[in-house]
C-alpha cells in the first residue's frame, strides 16, 4: 500500500510563541508542507497550548486542502473542541503538563471504559480515531476492543536506540504493525523518526501512515520545509520499494 506522510508544524508555532507574536506562521508551514508532497498536517492542540493555540485550527484549515490528524488528549475539553473543528482524524496521546514531548504511548488497555464513549462520540462525527500507543500486543488488542479506526506506534524508542538494541525495538514495531493489519485497523507510525531512521519504519508493509515533526522543521531552519518534506517522501519511497 502507498505510504502516507503527516507532517507535524507545532514546532513552527513554539518558534512564534517564544516572541509572542504572529511569526513564524504555522498556516504558512502547512501549504510548504504541501508543496513539499506532504499527504496530511498534523497539529497537538495541548491543554497548556504551548505550541498551536485555538485560533490555529481554522488558519491551518483555510490555508490547505489536506487531512487534518488532530492530536488530543482523553479530555472533555479536547473532545468538545474537536466536534466543532471536525478534523480528518484525531490521535488520543497522553499527555502531561510538565512533558517536554510525548514520552510514551498510551495506556489504552488500563482505560478502555473512559475511552470507548470518546472513541465512539469522534467516530459518530466522522472523524477517525486513532490511539497513540507503545508497541505492545495489549495495547493493539484494547484499541481494536474499544472501536479505534487506526493506532499509532510510537517510534522513539526505536530511534533512540542503537545496535541490538535498536534491531530489538524494530522488531517489536514489526510484530506490533502485524498485530494491528490483523485487526482490520489502520497502521500508523511516528516520533523522533529522520533521514537516517525512517527508513526501516518505512520498510514495514503493514505501516500506511508516518507522521514527522520535530526533525523536518529543524531540517528546514537551513534547507527550507518543501525541500526536506520532499526528501523524507523519496526516502519513504525508495525504503518501501
Not at 498556516?27 to 492542540?45: E, F, M, Q, S
Not at 498551536?52 to 489536506?66: F, G, K, N
Not at 478502555?112 to 500486543?137: H, T, Y
Not at 500506511?208 to 531552519?221: D, S, V, Y
Request: net charge negative.
Amino acid at each position: 500500500m502507498t505510504l502516507r506522510l503527516g507532517i507535524n508544524i507545532d514546532h513552527v508555532a513554539t518558534l512564534r510563541n517564544a516572541r509572542g507574536g504572529s511569526w513564524p506562521d504555522p498556516a504558512l508551514a502547512a501549504k510548504a508542507a504541501r508543496d513539499g508532497g506532504a499527504d496530511g498536517i498534523t497539529i497537538h492542540l495541548r491543554e497548556d497550548r504551548r505550541h498551536i493555540r485555538d485560533a490555529d485550527l481554522a488558519a491551518i484549515r483555510a490555508a490547505t486542502t489536506l487531512p487534518i490528524n488532530l492530536e488530543m488528549a482523553a479530555t472533555a475539553e479536547m473532545q468538545a473542541i474537536a466536534l466543532e473543528f471536525l478534523p480528518h482524524a484525531a490521535c488520543i496521546v497522553p499527555e502531561k503538563r510538565f512533558e517536554v514531548t510525548t514520552e510514551g504511548g498510551l495506556d489504552v488497555a488500563g482505560k478502555e471504559g473512559a475511552l470507548r464513549p470518546l472513541v465512539r462520540a469522534l467516530s459518530a462525527a466522522g472523524i477517525r480515531v486513532s490511539m497513540f500507543i507503545d508497541p505492545d500486543p495489549r495495547q493493539v488488542a484494547a484499541s481494536a476492543a474499544i472501536g479505534a479506526q487506526a493506532v499509532e506506534l510510537h517510534t522513539g524508542r526505536y530511534c533512540d536506540a542503537a545496535g541490538s538494541e535498536r534491531a530489538a525495538e524494530l522488531d517489536r514495531l514489526l510484530r506490533a504493525a502485524k498485530a494491528v493489519a490483523a485487526t482490520g485497523m489502520e497502521c500508523h507510525a511516528g516520533h523522533g523518526l529522520s533521514y537516517d531512521t525512517v527508513g526501516a519504519v518505512a520498510a514495514i508493509a503493514e505501516i500506511i501512515e508516518l507522521n514527522i515533526g520535530h526533525f523536518l522543521i529543524g531540517a528546514a531552519l537551513f534547507d527550507g520545509l518543501v525541500p526536506v518534506v520532499a526528501k523524507m517522501k523519496a526516502l519513504m519511497a525508495a525504503a518501501r520499494a
